[in-house]
C-alpha cells in the first residue's frame, strides 16, 4: 500500500498542472517544493510599494474566449480560467538600435507587413513575401503537428524549410541587415541567435503571437501559479513547501517514493519530476538504477542560458522616460552573427543585446498610480559567474548592472532619476531558485538537431517515473503547462 497514487516533485507550471489534473481525476496526490512558494519562474516578490514578475514577459497561445488557443483551453480543463484574468498587450514588440532603428510592430499581420514596408520601401516585395512564407510555413506546421504521418508532398513549406535556420531564411529574402534585425530580434526568446535558430521557432512565434495574441496575467504570474495551487488543494491535493525531494527511490526498474531532504520517506505509485532533466538523473536517482541510454542522450545537449536581470520599480509614468511599448528589444547594432551568441559566455554586458518588458503600457494598475515597473534582461551563461570569487560578487554584479543602465538610457533618457527600488539577478540567482543546471532559464538549447522535428520519445524507462516542465518540452509558460497536463495524462492511462 502506497502513502500516496503520486508525489510531484517540484511546483512549477508543468509540476502545478499535473498536480492538478492529476487531483482533479481523483487521485491522492502530493506536491513537494524546495521554495516557499509556487511558481517556479512563474512567481512575483515584493520591494518597497512594488510587486515584481520574475520572468514572464509575454504569454502566447492563450487566444480569446471566441478563439481559444492552447493554454486558454488547458488552464479551462484544469478549471482555473474563471480564477485568473489576462490582460492583451497591443505591441507585439519594439526594436531599437540607438540612433538607428526604432520599430513598433502591432499585432496584426498586415499590420507588421504595413510597418516594415513603410520603413524598408526598397524592400517591400521581400516583406510580403517573407510573411506569406511565415504564416504559410507555421499553418503547414500546426498542421504537420495534427498529423503527422502521411505524404511529404502535403507539406511543400516544411520539405523546402524545416532545416533552414532564421538566419538562412531572412538572407533569402532580405538585402539591407537593419530589415533583418526586426524578425532577427526575437532569438531572445529561444535564446539562439538566427544563425542557429530553427527558422520553425521564428514562423511559429510570428504566428502564435500575433493569431493568439501576446497577454500578460493581472497580477503577474504568481497569481496563475497560485490559481493552479489553490485549485490543486481544493481537490484535496497536499503539499510541503520549504521540502526538496533529496531522492527519488527507484528499486529494481520501478520508483517507488521520494525521500525529502526532511529524511522521510514517503511511497507513491506514480512520480513526476518538475526538477530539471540533469537533476533527475544525476542527482535524485541513483547512477546505478539509471540506464545508460539516459545519458547518452543528455551527452548530445546542452543548457540553454541564463539570464541577468534588473527589476526596477519607477516613480513615473512609462511615457516619461520614453516607455512606448510593453516589449523592447535594444540592439547595440545589426549584427546577427556568432558574435553576440559567444558575448553571452562572457560576464560583461556592455553593448549587449537586451529586452525589457513594461507591463503599465498594457495595464497601467500593474503598479502603483503614477509608477511603473521594467524588468530588463540579458541572457547570459552561468560559467563566468561560477568563476568569480564570493568577496567580488556583488561589485560585479553592480558593475554589468551598471553598463545595462547605461544602454537602456540611451533608449529611455533619465530612467535612471526615477528608479525607485532595484533588485538585479544573476545566472546564480536562477541556479538557486530553480535548481536548474547553470541556471538555464529554457530547458536544454533547441537546436536544430533537437527541435520539434526530432522530438525525444517521452516514454520514461524507469516505471512509474514521469517528467513535466521545460526540459521535455519547449521551453515556455504554455508549452510547460500542456507538459505537466500529459504527464498527468500517461499516468491516467497508465493507472487505468
Ligand atoms: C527571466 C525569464 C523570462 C522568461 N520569459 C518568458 C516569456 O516571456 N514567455 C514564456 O512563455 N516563458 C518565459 N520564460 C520561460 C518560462 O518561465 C519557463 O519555461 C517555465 O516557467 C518553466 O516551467 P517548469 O515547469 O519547467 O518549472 P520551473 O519554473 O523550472 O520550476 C521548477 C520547480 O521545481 C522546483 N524543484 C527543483 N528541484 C526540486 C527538488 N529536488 N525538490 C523539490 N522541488 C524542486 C524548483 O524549486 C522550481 O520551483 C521565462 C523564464 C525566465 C526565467
Redesign the pocket.
Known amino acids: 500500500m502506497h502513502d500516496y497514487d503520486a508525489i510531484v516533485?517540484?511546483?512549477?507550471?508543468?509540476?502545478?498542472a499535473a498536480g492538478a489534473a492529476l487531483a482533479q481525476s481523483g487521485l491522492k496526490v502530493l506536491m513537494?517544493?524546495?521554495?516557499n512558494i509556487?511558481?517556479?519562474?512563474?512567481t512575483t516578490f515584493c520591494r518597497g510599494r512594488f510587486e515584481f514578475e520574475?520572468?514572464?514577459?509575454?504569454?502566447?497561445d492563450m487566444g480569446t474566449p471566441e478563439r481559444p488557443g492552447t493554454l486558454r483551453t488547458l488552464l479551462d480543463s484544469l478549471g482555473v480560467l474563471d480564477e485568473v484574468s489576462f490582460v492583451s498587450m497591443e505591441d507585439l514588440y519594439r526594436v531599437v538600435i540607438p540612433d538607428r532603428l526604432d520599430v513598433t510592430l502591432p499585432v496584426d499581420r498586415q499590420g507588421v507587413v504595413d510597418t516594415l514596408q513603410e520603413r524598408f520601401p526598397a524592400e517591400k516585395e521581400a516583406i510580403k513575401k517573407f510573411f506569406d512564407l511565415v504564416y504559410g510555413y507555421g499553418l503547414e506546421l500546426y498542421s504537420f503537428y495534427r498529423n503527422p504521418g502521411g505524404e511529404v508532398e502535403r507539406f511543400p513549406l516544411l520539405k523546402r524549410y524545416a532545416f533552414r535556420t532564421a538566419g538562412e531564411v531572412m538572407d533569402e529574402f532580405f538585402q539591407d541587415p537593419l530589415l533583418k534585425a526586426v524578425p532577427g530580434a526575437y532569438w531572445g526568446?529561444i535564446g539562439l541567435t538566427p544563425n542557429r535558430l530553427p527558422f520553425s521557432y521564428l514562423s511559429l512565434l510570428y504566428v502564435s503571437y500575433i493569431e493568439m495574441l501576446p497577454c500578460h496575467v493581472r497580477g503577474g504570474?504568481q497569481s496563475l501559479s497560485n490559481a493552479m495551487f489553490n485549485r490543486f488543494l481544493s481537490l484535496g491535493g497536499e503539499a510541503k513547501f520549504n521540502?526538496?525531494?533529496?531522492k527519488i527511490v527507484v528499486r529494481d526498474g520501478v520508483a517507488t517514493g521520494v525521500l525529502t531532504?526532511r529524511g522521510e520517506e514517503i511511497s507513491a505509485r506514480f512520480i513526476v519530476s518538475?526538477?530539471?532533466k540533469v537533476?533527475t538523473f544525476t542527482?535524485?536517482i541513483d547512477p546505478g538504477e539509471v540506464p545508460k541510454a539516459i545519458f547518452e542522450g543528455m551527452k548530445g545537449r546542452t543548457p540553454s542560458p541564463s539570464?541577468f536581470?534588473i527589476y526596477m520599480g519607477l516613480d513615473c509614468e512609462p511615457g516619461e522616460v520614453g516607455i512606448t511599448a510593453s516589449t523592447t528589444t535594444i540592439l547595440p547594432d545589426e549584427d546577427m552573427s556568432d558574435r553576440h551568441f559567444n558575448q553571452m559566455r562572457r560576464l560583461d554586458t556592455e553593448n549587449s543585446v537586451m529586452g525589457f518588458?513594461c507591463y503599465d503600457v498594457a495595464d497601467p494598475t500593474f503598479s502603483p498610480p503614477g509608477t511603473c515597473q521594467v524588468?530588463l534582461?540579458t541572457l547570459r551563461y552561468a560559467e563566468p559567474w561560477l568563476r568569480v570569487p564570493p568577496s567580488q560578487y556583488a561589485a560585479e554584479k553592480y558593475r554589468c548592472a551598471e553598463a545595462m543602465l547605461r544602454q537602456m538610457e540611451r533608449v529611455c533618457p533619465g530612467v535612471r532619476d526615477h528608479i525607485e527600488e532595484i533588485e538585479v539577478a544573476t545566472p546564480l540567482t536562477?541556479m538557486r531558485?530553480?535548481?536548474?543546471p547553470y541556471g538555464a532559464?529554457?530547458?536544454f538549447e533547441q537546436y536544430m538537431k533537437d527541435s520539434l522535428f526530432f522530438e525525444a520519445s517521452r516514454q520514461m524507462p524507469i516505471k512509474g517515473l514521469y517528467l513535466?516542465?521545460?526540459?521535455v518540452t519547449d521551453?515556455?509558460?504554455?508549452?510547460?503547462?500542456k507538459?505537466?497536463v500529459s504527464a498527468a495524462g500517461a499516468i491516467l492511462r497508465q493507472a487505468g
Open positions: 516533485v517540484g511546483a512549477g507550471n508543468g509540476g502545478l513537494l517544493e524546495r521554495h509556487p511558481g517556479g519562474s512563474a520574475v520572468a514572464l514577459h509575454q504569454l502566447s526568446y504570474s521540502c526538496g525531494a533529496k531532504d518538475n526538477a530539471s537533476a542527482d535524485l539570464s536581470n518588458s524588468a534582461l536562477f531558485y530553480l535548481n536548474s532559464i529554457y530547458g513535466a516542465g521545460g526540459w521551453c515556455g509558460f504554455a508549452p510547460t503547462i507538459s505537466g
